[in-house]
């Protein structure tokens, strides 16, 4: 009977003593799982800010890379409008000479229809001089023979007039044609130039536009999943992280809104620098045309 009460104490000792190891055992490893889940955490965590980072990175070196290619297609397009420019002015330059060469040319022919017509008067005069002195001096028939040479010359000089004027109408009829020809291929040159000008401007304009919406989709998805890592959104119930995606939402547009102003600005500016620019030049090549 000793014995057995013994065994029975040695048994709940035992008990004791191996729950109280079990309990210590539990501990230890409850912490081993948390020490290691909180290094896993923070390993991961440090591989998703340097994720973050190169991604953001990216974004950054395509916006610039974006950027550059629209400052060089916003160059090209310049000096484009700026070789319309030249074009224009040497269509100008020739268009003055031509007319200058009209006008000289016009000018030679009154004056030498005014010359003609002033010889004529003075032939005429003299004729009629002459036959009055004629008249005076010479018998009937002689003076009649003497009117129908007159009268004949008249006629010559009639023609002649008539001539005269035709050539001038003919001519004046011919400048007419020319200067309509002149404005024709001015006209064509300016159409095909702005045609050339607006189908290069609305090229570059839908590509800006798509280069510009996919920097904006990738900067929203980027600043999208950064936000919900800082906030662990995965950790929150469906609703509570339906509300905060919708925050996000409007603060990830919010930024692409101040940023859309800011290229605006930029690029206001910048058009604003460039026709000051064409307009001192504009200038400077009037006075020297002028002078």
Known sequence: MDVLCCCLCFLCNFSVDLRELEGKLNKFINADITRKMKSEHERASVEQEKQDH??????????????????????KRQEAYEEFLKEKLMVDEITRKIYEKDQMERQLRLEKITATQRYIGREKMEAENRHILEFASYQQLRRRAEWRTSESEGRQQCNEMERVCEELCQEEQAEAARQKQIEDMEKRIRQRLELQQTCQE??????????????????????????????????????????????????????????????????VQYIALIMNTLVHSLSTSKWCYYK
Do not use: G, P, S
């Not at 991604?55 to 290619?69: C, G, I, S």
């Not at 900067?219 to 339906?242: L, P, T, Y």
């Open 54 to 75: 190169k991604r953001y990175e990216e974004v950054v070196q395509y916006q610039q890379e974006l950027e550059q290619q629209l400052e060089e297609k916003e160059h």
């Open 202 to 267: 609305q090229i570059a304009f839908k590509e800006m536009r798509r280069q510009a919406e996919k920097v904006e989709e990738t900067f929203r998805q980027m600043m999208m999943a950064k936000f919900a890592d800082d906030d662990h959104i995965e950790q929150m119930n469906a609703q509570k992280r339906c509300m905060k995606q919708l925050a996000h939402k409007r603060a990830v547009e919010k930024l692409l809104e101040d940023r859309r102003q800011q290229y605006l600005a930029d690029k």
